[in-house]
């Protein structure tokens, strides 16, 4: 099936159908889930029957699962990203890859360590865990989406005690994206390491970490990519294999083990930090994630999702009581439109729009801040009925009305 869909989605209707989700509501959140195709969950079904008829352990149901197709989606996934299948470890998120990079250095008291002020809960919690463990400083730059601005601030804090610098490469507040290859560029020359989180940047634009040149990015498969939940990955560049500790050990990432010598060698590839059971059959049914992406184009995908955002950011602008966080500048931003509904008096316009329309959205009542998706899949009507909402919201709330 090929599609053009950053012009006109000529074939959005046949794309729909095999999402089912979308016939029950308007879905603006792939930016905590998004919606299962049906490719996905067919396949994750089919491996479930394979496991229950012939039994996990069967030979068959190993070579299948567990063997051929888990490396198949890391050789898919490593293709993705533009790097080697040996740089990429398959985790269940985002929150495992950024954990293994952080506990995968040798921190002393005062060393510091660089993150923005727009990080996830699970892109901060592991730096001031090593603050509370090891004495390490965790520093803070401003997001920024202007190269100089970003580079200004960076020169000002990095110094010889920086051991790593992590960010967003989407912000997961306002969906900006960070001039990551020019923050990667200057950190090298500074020979400081250089993280980046993906979760909110793979499966909406394309991604080439080698481009980029950052030393770790960690994604995840169950956001943009349409991929069930526990499908995520850690590429780790080939100078730093042999160089991250491993701080969590176990059966599978060895490649010499010796009991009775307690000792031990790890693989040479990014697979040593992999370790233990896993449901191998859930990275193996991203697989149809993957495709199903990449018979559409990301380019393609890119194109609408923003085309999709641009006309909601337009509409949410003039409605009062509404602040559009998220940058106007197509080049700053993705498919992520953020907001306030502060100005708005409803005590939760995320339930009201739940309620009243079905329309799904990520909203923080007590902040009264709303992050919605517009994804590839969406149609127009369904932005326009977003605003429509909005705009009803807002004349209640001038009349004094809220329900």
């Known amino acids: 099936m090929v599609c053009t869909l950053g012009v006109i989605a000529t074939n959005i209707t046949s794309v729909r159908e095999q ?236 490649d010499e083990y010796d009991l009775e010598g307690l000792n031990y060698t790890p693989l040479s590839s990014a697979r040593r930090f992999e370790y233990g059971t896993r449901n191998w059959a859930t990275h193996v049914s991203a697989l149809k994630a993957m495709e199903f992406h990449n018979s559409l184009g990301p380019a393609n995908i890119y194109s609408r999702s923003h085309d999709l955002a641009e006309r909601l950011k337009r509409r949410l602008t003039d409605i009062p009581g509404i602040e559009v966080i998220t940058p106007m500048e197509r080049d700053k931003t993705t498919g992520i439109v953020a907001l306030s509904t502060q100005g708005l008096g409803h005590p939760s316009p995320g339930d009201w729009l739940w309620e009243n329309q079905r329309i799904l959205t990520a909203h923080n009542p007590e902040r009264q801040t709303m992050r919605l998706a517009a994804a590839f899949f969406l149609l127009e009507e369904e932005i326009d009925l977003l605003a429509d909402c909005f705009s009803e919201l807002s004349k209640n709330s001038k009349l004094g009305l809220q329900r």
Request: charged residues 20%; proline residues 5%; aromatic residues 10%.
């Open 19 to 254: 999402i089912p989700a979308l016939k029950s509501c308007v879905y603006m959140n792939c930016g905590t889930f998004g919606p299962t195709p049906t490719p996905v969950a067919t396949e994750a079904a089919r491996l479930a029957r394979l496991i229950e008829s012939q039994g996990a352990f069967h030979p068959q149901t190993r070579k299948e699962i567990e063997f051929e197709g888990f490396e198949r989606f890391r050789d898919s996934i490593s293709s993705y990203i533009m790097a080697s299948s040996d740089e990429v470890a398959l985790t269940r998120n985002v929150s495992d890859g950024i954990n293994i990079v952080a506990s995968g250095f040798d921190w002393q008291p005062g060393d510091e360590v660089i993150i923005t002020d727009e990080e996830h809960p699970s892109g901060s919690l592991p730096f001031m865990n090593l603050a509370r463990r090891y004495g390490a400083v965790v520093k803070m730059v401003p997001f920024h989406t202007d190269p100089e601005a970003l580079i200004r601030d960076l020169e000002i804090l990095v110094n010889d005690r920086t051991k790593l610098v992590f960010m967003s490469h989407v912000s997961t507040v306002d969906g900006a994206r960070l001039p990551a290859k020019e923050a990667s560029n200057f950190l090298r020359h500074k020979n400081v390491p250089f993280m980046l989180d993906g979760a909110h940047a793979i499966g909406q634009f394309s991604v080439d970490v080698k481009d980029l040149g950052c030393d770790f990015y960690a994604g995840c498969c169950h956001k943009w990519l349409l991929a069930q939940q526990g499908t995520g990955f850690l590429y780790i560049d080939d100078a730093w294999i042999d160089r991250l500790e491993t701080s969590w050990v176990g059966w599978g990432m060895t």
